[in-house]
C-alpha cells in the first residue's frame, strides 16, 4: 500500500481537485492507497474540507496542528501514522501531478530506496529557480549526492526510510540527503511542475538563509554526528598547531637577539603576532574541549539506530525452529 502524506497550511481552493487527481491516478494504475492530509495551522477552510473527505472517502486521514509548526513537523506526524509499505510527499498546491506516481514507482523498481522529483521545466519566478541552482550545487558539493532538485516536495521511499529518519526545522528537504548517508540507494526522475492555481508561495527569502544553515547542520550530523571529535579535534589541532608555531617563531627571534645578537634587539611582547598566537592556541583548546564533550554526549546519549541501517534479515533459529523477529 502506498500512503501519501499532504502537508496543508491554507490550500482549500485546491484539496477536493487533489483528491480527485489522486483518486483518479490510483484507480487507473490500480494502486492501493491512503492519503493523509496534515493541516499545519490553515486559517481557512481547509480543515473542514479534510473533515469532509475522511467522511466520504475511507481511505483519507487527517491531522490537525494547533498552530504552524513547519513542513519537516507536518511530514513527522504524517510518518508516525502511516500503514504503507512506501511512502510519498506531496504539496497541496496542485503544483505536483498525482499522474506521475506511476513513473516513480517505476523508477523505485530499478533498486532504488528514494526517488526525488526533478522539475525540468521549473514554473516558478527567476527570483525562486536560479537561487534554488545554486542551493543545489552546493547541497550536491557537500554531500556527494547530486541530483537538480533537492527542493522537489514529490518524494517516494520505502517506509522504512522514514522509520530511520528524524526532521525537524527545514529538514524536510534534505530527506534524500540524509537517507543517502544512512546507505539508501537514491535516483531521480523528471516531473511534470504545474503552475500555481490557488493561493501563494508560503516560502520567502529567509528560505535560503535557513536552507543554508540547515545544509550545514545535515553535513555535519550526517558526517560527523556519530563522531564529532574527528571534525572539533582537527579544527582544534590546527588552530593549536598554528599557535605554536606562532611562538616557536617568537621564540627563535628571542634567541637570535638576546643568545647570538645575529639581529638587532626589540621587544617580543609587543609584537601582534604574540596575541595572535596565544589567541589561537586558547581557541584551538577550547574547540578540541568542544569536541571531547559532544563525544562524551554522543557516547552517552547515542541511539542504535543513529549508528547503523539494516538493509535485511534472515530469520532468527533455536534448535531448528524459525523465532519471532523482536522489536
Known sequence: MLSIIIPVLNEE???????????????????????????????????KIIQDLSEEDDRVFGIRFR?????????????????????????????????????FFAKLEEGYDVVNGWKQRRLDPWHKVYPSKV????????????????????????????????????????IPVMAHARGFRVSEVPVHHRARQFGYSKYGVKRFTRGFLDLLTVTFLTGYGQRPLHLLGGLGLLFFALGILGLGYLGLLWVLMNAFEVIAKSSIGTRPLLLYSVASMLLG???????????MIVA??????????????????ENGHELAESR
Not at 507536518?74 to 498525482?98: I, K
Not at 550545487?137 to 537538480?148: D, E, F, I, K, Q
Request: glycine share 10%.
Open 135 to 174: 542551493f543545489n550545487w552546493m547541497v550536491g558539493r557537500l554531500s556527494g549526492l547530486h541530483l537538480h532538485d533537492h527542493n522537489c516536495g514529490l518524494k517516494l521511499f520505502k517506509a522504512q526510510v522514514g522509520r530511520e529518519l528524524t526532521l525537524y526545522g527545514e529538514l524536510h528537504r534534505f
Open 13 to 47: 481552493e485546491s484539496l477536493r481537485e487533489l483528491h480527485r487527481q489522486i483518486s483518479e491516478s490510483a484507480a487507473t494504475n490500480d494502486i492501493t492507497c491512503e492519503i493523509i492530509f496534515v493541516d499545519d495551522g490553515s486559517r481557512d477552510g481547509s480543515w
Open 67 to 103: 498552530k504552524n509548526f513547519g513542513k519537516a513537523a507536518a511530514l513527522t506526524a504524517g510518518l508516525n501514522c502511516v500503514r504503507g509499505d512506501y511512502v510519498m510527499t506531496m504539496d497541496a498546491d496542485l503544483q505536483d501531478d498525482p499522474a506521475e506516481i506511476p513513473n
Open 285 to 295: 583548546g577550547q574547540v578540541m574541549s568542544l569536541g571531547m564533550l559532544a563525544e
Open 300 to 317: 552517552n546519549t547515542g541511539r542504535e539506530r543513529d549508528r547503523y541501517s539494516v538493509a535485511e534479515r534472515t530469520r532468527l533459529k
